[in-house]
């Protein structure tokens, strides 16, 4: 996602951070070279000897006397291709906005033509005060990305919007800060998790659908500049900048994928809807003692052919095949009875692909092009290679 991306992690002094050790390490995993840059306050929360041992190389702490770099505060500012703050103080936030350069990291801040991502966190009354919303107003006016705080527990207990973002989180923010952005000004729905479908009050059929594929396709979207809409039935953690609309049932997102369908170029279905529901769910909990309930089912409706049917000019609708055997063939049925641009064909039945997994293995099948197949590789890696797919047949419409 990051390869061969030079991103100094400048950490400042807030109770977070030690959450910058994490950022760090996402950050490699993602590819960068982390050059962590800790100013006086953070060394006060954090030891350089941690975060010197997980970075890229050894922390900088210091504009005069630095033992590696002649002139800090330049080079390492003019090398960076980004520039992430993690945690942001209210100071550093103040004094970027008014270029008072008193520390290395000030300095680079100012010495830098690379694009800078800020994720502050502090408490909730500092972070609601006048001077600061002004300031991120102003930074933000400046083209700075401020990927904000998160409501939740502060230091000492207290409650409030003020956490540092998730290092997920900020790990996406700097991806969409450097991607391609070949998907600006494209909006995609995607539908994600498995649907439940009710029997009584307590009681669901469900399937083992985590989701995790689903919201890969979305945090790649987003990274890549597209308005993102989730429609989704898992509670995982929402990518980066995409709008979740939680629903549970087939006939709920039935309803939020047409709603959502009508005004996105792109619709990716990538959840495992029911395809039969119980006729008439009890109100109640069903008792033990009434002995097995017989459950009649009926058929759910196909959103996917329905989205098909109703496309849009320009409109692009991918499907998923799940199968168990004949991949290719039954894939390709689907591709055309539901009127799809492309369907992504998976053997769940093989090892560490599909429902659940981290790693998927597909092959993309379109109605005009030869398959391409993706080996075993991770679910984020897969969302690449759709959304590339994607954007091929979006650029020949
Ligand atoms: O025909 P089959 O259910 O295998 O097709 C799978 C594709 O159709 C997936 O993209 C799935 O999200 C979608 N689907 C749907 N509504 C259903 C069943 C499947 O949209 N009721």
């Known amino acids: 996602m ?41 060394q006060k929360f954090l030891g350089t000897a941690t975060l010197s041992a997980l970075a890229s190389e050894p922390v900088q702490t210091e504009l005069w006397n630095n033992a590696t770099t002649p002139i800090p505060h330049t ?19 103040a004094a970027y906005r008014m270029g008072l350069s008193t520390d290395l990291l000030t300095n680079t801040l100012l010495a ?8 502050p966190a502090m408490h909730a009354e500092m972070w609601e005060h006048p001077s600061v919303v002004e300031n991120i107003a102003v930074l933000r006016e400046r083209g700075v990305h401020i990927v904000e705080p998160t409501e939740g527990r502060l230091a000492g207990g207290d409650i409030g919007k003020g956490r540092l973002a998730d290092p997920a989180s ?9 991607g391609p952005n070949d998907m600006e000004g494209t909006s995609i729905v995607v539908s994600a998790g498995g649907t439940r479908e009710p029997i009584d009050a307590v009681r669901v059929i469900a399937n083992r659908s985590s989701g995790k594929q689903g919201y890969a396709i979305a945090a790649e979207a987003a990274s890549r500049g597209a308005s993102v809409t989730l429609v989704s039935t898992a509670s995982l953690p929402a990518p980066y900048g995409v709008k979740v609309l939680q629903v549970e049932t087939a006939a709920e997102m039935k309803v939020q994928m047409e709603r959502t369908a009508a005004d996105h170029d792109i619709i990716v279905m990538a959840a495992a809807v ?11 909990k069903l008792k033990k003692h009434a002995g097995p309930p017989e459950i009649t089912l009926e058929p759910t409706p ?21 199968e168990t055997d004949d991949l290719l063939s039954n894939a390709s049925k689907k591709l055309s009875a539901k009127k799809l641009d492309l369907i ?9 692909v599909g429902f659940g997994h981290d790693t998927n293995a ?11 197949e993706i080996d075993l590789a991770s679910k984020r890696d897969v969302a690449r290679a759709v959304i590339d797919v994607i954007v091929t047949i979006r650029n020949r419409h």
């Open 2 to 42: 990051l390869e061969g991306k030079r991103i100094v992690l400048g950490v400042t002094g807030g109770i977070a951070a030690y959450k910058a050790v994490e950022v760090s390490r996402r950050l490699i995993d993602a590819g960068a070279h982390v050059v962590p840059i800790m100013t006086a306050g953070a």
């Open 302 to 322: 196909d959103i996917l052919a329905e989205l098909g049917s109703a496309k849009r000019e320009g409109q692009i609708i991918v499907g998923f095949a799940a």
């Open 344 to 352: 992504i064909a998976n053997d769940v039945s093989a090892s560490r």
């Open 274 to 284: 029911a395809d039969f529901r119980p006729v008439k769910p009890a109100g109640g």
């Open 75 to 93: 080079k390492i500012g003019q090398n960076a291709d980004l520039i992430v703050v993690a945690p942001a103080t209210a100071r550093l936030i």
């Open 112 to 119: 830098t033509r690379a694009p800078v991502v800020v994720c």
């Open 362 to 372: 597909v092959t993309l099948v379109r109605p005009d092009a030869e398959p391409v």
């Open 170 to 178: 900020i790990v996406e923010a700097a991806a969409r800060v450097l």
